[in-house]
DNA sequence: ATCTCAACTGCAACCAGTTGCGACACGGGG
DNA sequence: CCCCGTGTCGCAACTGGTTGCAGTTGAGAT
């Protein structure tokens, strides 16, 4: 199982090279997607895109793909609460992670950085002797606008 | 880690009867298993368990009443990041969150209660102005034994 | 005890994600 | 430049979870 840690925004590429993956026509297409795309992807509307890059991109390839990117930490899997259904959203580890909060009635979803989620992690590493690889923190709730 | 029940342990019907939820005979035996059974229960093992009790019990029974059950909060969904399959797993909820952590190699779930939680917590809903309904922390990584 | 109707159920068809398999292509070595 | 092995691919079949529909049932009102 391998470490994540990543660093700048922009080259899922680069990082495949670097880290001896193969690179292949239809996984050059599926980075190209995630690369230029705006956050929280679903599976299909990936699939949907990268098959205009390359028609004969399969859904069992775009799953295999996120699966290889999550193990090399190059990217986070999403629930959203399940507010749009049972699926999963896909977006680019950033450098901090954040916490993902959904409305409940509007369906916006925020992401918030904290030091205290930070303070938290170390306190589990330390006081459980556990080695953190990923986190994931969702709230559900009602945002400002929706709680008047 | 056994955590301090929140009552009564095991009244899951007396909170749906409080609440004017109908009480079926299918349900009955859906509750049943959930109030008698140890953590972390599968959908499937429900179904198997209730079924027992109630021949006729259908999959699509078993989740409805689950999305029921997580909508009145008396029940946490739980992904244990996926360890064992894309399924999820259901818990009764405590009166405290808890933190679910899994580790990568042997597959050991452990929970943790921590007070920075709580904090993290309170901060998300006032620099947020955002009302928590539900929260979900889950970590991936390695246990002491398995870092070693 | 019976009536009534919204809520609930089983079923079957469907969406989301995974897997086994034989065919194929990437890219390093000759 | 071509060969070759291994990693990857598309396909089809499968598991986990959801939904529309038509028939049934629980429980409050009479």
Known sequence: MPLPQ????GRLQAY???RGIRMTQQRRAILGVMETASKH???AQLLRKAQKLDASVDRSTVYRTLRLLKRQGL????DLMHI???GHYYERKLNRDHIHMACLRCGKIMEFVSDIFEKLKS???KDCRF???VSRLEIGGYCAHCSK
Chains 1, 2 share one sequence.
């Open 75 to 78: 990217i986070d899997e999403l």
């Open 16 to 18: 495949c090279a670097e």
């Open 131 to 133: 080695r953190i690889v």
């Open 123 to 125: 306190q589990v590493e």
């Open 6 to 9: 990543t660093e700048m925004p």
């Open 41 to 43: 992807l679903d599976a």
């Open 84 to 86: 749009h259904g049972e």
